[in-house]
């Protein structure tokens, strides 16, 4: 099993919908959790971190479902700028080793 | 401020020559990474640095691959006798290393492209 998995889509959805992502992780001492963004031929950068509490920053909304072993993310009214790949990241072990999922893409249409 | 630079952005060379890519993370930063992309999939961890050690070695696929830092700043990058799936982005990127929750600063990635 891999230690992060991500369902690689991609998911296309009209402007103004709502769209989940989930990630699953496998190691159950994982600590702390991230969403990054990835655009097309670009680095990743942090999008939000994951609370066990659940955070929100904007029209996006990120949950940790330890009992589960998952993480979500939610985007509300989609806009075209949400186009990209959201990368599930996990700490793996040890203090800064973290394990980037595959990557989820998102393609939001007109 | 300054971001995480690499260096070069772009390589092509022959399949067999060695290569050295350069990163140069945010001033301060004590965390280092290296990943690896091919096109079209996610990131392969490479190798992590605290400080100047590296403690997890186990991503580098092959004893082709070897990386060093040096003065808790710049790292290396080396591939010896370069193949053609060795053509990837490799990118770096650094953290404060302070908390579980310090945020990675990608560099742009260099390019490598082996014929």
């Known amino acids: 099993r891999k230690e992060v998995e991500q369902d690689p889509g991609p998911f296309n959805v009209p402007e103004g919908a709502t769209v989940a992502f989930n990630c699953t992780y496998s190691n159950s001492a994982s600590q702390s959790f991230f969403w990054y963004r990835q655009d097309c031929r670009k680095e990743p950068k942090l999008l939000m971190s994951v609370y066990s509490s659940g955070n929100e920053d904007g029209r996006f909304t990120a949950q940790l479902n330890r009992a589960s072993q998952y993480i979500s993310l939610l985007i509300r009214d989609s806009k075209l700028s949400d186009s990209a790949t959201y990368l599930c990241?996990?700490?793996?072990?040890?203090?800064?080793?973290?394990?980037f999922g595959i990557g989820t893409k998102l393609q939001v249409i007109p | 401020g300054a971001g995480v630079s690499q260096s070069p952005s772009n390589k092509v060379t022959e399949k067999g020559k060695d290569v050295e890519l350069r990163c140069d993370p945010i001033s301060g930063h004590t965390a280092l990474y290296w990943y690896r992309q091919r096109l079209g999939q996610g990131l392969e961890f490479l190798i992590y640095f605290q400080g100047n050690s590296a403690p997890d070695k186990s991503g580098l696929p092959s004893d082709r691959f070897s990386a060093e830092r040096t003065g808790e700043s710049v790292s290396t990058l080396t591939i010896q006798r370069t193949q053609q799936e060795d053509s990837a982005v490799y990118l770096c990127?650094?953290?404060?290393?302070?908390?579980?929750?310090?945020?990675?600063?990608f560099g742009p990635g260099t390019r490598l492209t082996v014929l």
């Open positions: 990127a650094s953290s404060s290393g302070t908390s579980l929750y310090n945020e990675q600063f």
């Open positions: 990241v996990v700490n793996s072990g040890g203090y800064q080793k973290v394990t």
